[in-house]
C-alpha cells in the first residue's frame, strides 16, 4: 500500500483501500458540529460521528440513521500486520497525559483506584467539545495531578499510575 492511501474496514467487513487523491473529489460539507452532508455518486448520506477513538484508530459513525463501527489502518499498520507482527502491543503504561490544551470538566478515578483498559479516567474540554481521556492499559492510579475546572496543556502530566 502507498503512502497515500488506507484501508477501512467497516462492521468488521472489509477492508476497503482508499487513496487520499479521492477524499478532495468528495462533495462533504460539515453541517453542524460532529454532523456531515455527504453526496457519493448521486446519492445523499446523512453523517454523523458519534465516537472516535484516535489512538485505536476507530470510530463509530451514523450514517442516516445508522450504526457503523469503523477501523481505519494507515500504511505502517499493513506493513506490521503483513509483517506478523500485529500481536498485543505493550500497553505498560506510567502515566496519562493531556493530548491537547483544556478544561478538565471531571476526574472519574481516584488515588489508588484499579481500572481496566478502555475505561474513562478524564473528561476534558477542548475547542467546545467533550473528550473522554480512556486507560490505554488496565493499570492503578498512583497520583492524581489535576482537579474538576483546572485548566492544561497540551502534554501536562494529568495522572500517574
Known sequence: MEMN????????????????ADWSTL????????????IL????YDIEL?????NAKT?????NGEAYDCKISDQIDVLINKMGLEGEKSKAVKSIH?????KVLEVLVKKGQEFEEGESLIILEAMKM?????SPG???????????GDAVEKGELLISL
Open 59 to 63: 470510530m463509530q459513525l451514523s450514517i
Open 98 to 102: 493531556a493530548p491537547m490544551p483544556g
Open 50 to 54: 458519534l465516537q472516535i477513538d484516535k
Open 5 to 20: 492511501k488506507v484501508n477501512v474496514s467497516i462492521n468488521g467487513n472489509g477492508p476497503i483501500e482508499l487513496e487520499q
Open 27 to 38: 462533495d462533504l460539507i460539515k453541517v453542524e458540529d460532529k454532523k456531515y452532508h455527504l
Open 130 to 134: 467533550e473528550n473522554v481521556i480512556k
Open 138 to 148: 488496565k493499570g492503578k492510579v498512583n497520583a492524581i495531578n489535576i482537579s474538576k
Open 41 to 44: 455518486n448521486n446519492v445523499n
